[in-house]
């Protein structure tokens, strides 16, 4: 069975410019979770959605933003970049959401911001 | 404030030496915790985790942890470290809203 594919796995963009990143979850998974993953500040969670909804949401600016597809694709959105959103993102996917079900993580996206 | 405190941010081990490396967290209600390992250019693989049960967890790769609830403490352990051990080690923990909480991870360095 195929793992969780993040796409692209690295991005530079420009401050003021916006990002979409990709996560397609493994099969027959319904819930998709994103992380930032940073020196500084670690690992954070940024939301989750299971069956297209958003379930839960981490302390972030409504600047970051998501969805979630029927096929249980989910897209991250970054508007108007910041040289702190610089950042190892990381999708992970699971049959369930919350505790119900393990979580697998993808290789992460890599967005650096110049 | 819930919070996961990871004291080491780098343990270097001799191969084929016992490891700990420690996990606290900060919380008064129950708490579920994990253990994950991040090898470079990678994402996060689950080690292991507690729920409920007995309070020692065999996880993969023959990680082991303890959950304390007195100390609130879920230590990882390893009797015997190998050179494929080298990797970042995060604990977390659900603080019952289903956000999961990382502490800020053990680089773990085996040296030959």
């Known amino acids: 069975k195929a793992g969780v594919t993040q796409t692209p796995r690295y991005l530079i963009k420009t401050r003021g410019q916006q990002v979409t990143l990709s996560c397609s979850p493994i099969?027959?998974?319904?819930?998709v979770s994103w992380y930032q993953q940073t020196p500084g500040q670690g690992l954070q969670f940024l939301f989750e959605?299971?069956?297209?909804?958003?379930?839960n949401k981490g302390n972030f600016p409504g600047r970051f933003s998501g969805r979630q597809f029927s096929n249980s694709r989910s897209e991250m959105n970054v508007s108007t970049l910041e040289l702190g959103d610089s950042a190892l993102y990381l999708c992970?996917?699971?049959?369930?959401?919350?505790?119900?079900?393990?979580?697998?993580f993808g290789p992460g996206t890599r967005l650096t911001v110049t | 404030a819930q919070s996961v405190t990871q004291l080491d941010s780098q343990v270097p081990v001799f191969e084929e030496a016992p490891v700990e490396l420690r996990c606290n967290y900060s919380?008064?209600?129950?708490?579920?915790l994990f253990w994950y390992v991040q090898y470079p250019n990678q994402g996060l693989q689950l080690l292991l985790k507690?729920?409920?049960?007995?309070?020692l967890v065999k996880g993969i790769n023959g990680f082991e942890a303890e959950f304390n609830k007195s100390q609130t403490s879920f230590h990882l352990r390893k009797p015997s470290v190998h050179i494929s051990d080298t990797a970042e080690y995060f604990c977390?923990?659900?603080?019952?809203?289903?956000?999961?909480?990382f502490g800020t991870g053990t680089r773990l360095t085996i040296i030959p």
């Open positions: 507690y729920l409920s049960g007995s309070t």
């Open positions: 977390a923990v659900y603080f019952g809203n289903e956000k999961l909480t």
């Open positions: 919380s008064s209600v129950s708490v579920y």
């Open positions: 099969s027959g998974h319904r819930s």
């Open positions: 992970a996917s699971s049959l369930l959401p919350g505790l119900a079900s393990e979580q697998y």
């Open positions: 959605y299971f069956s297209e909804t958003q379930r």
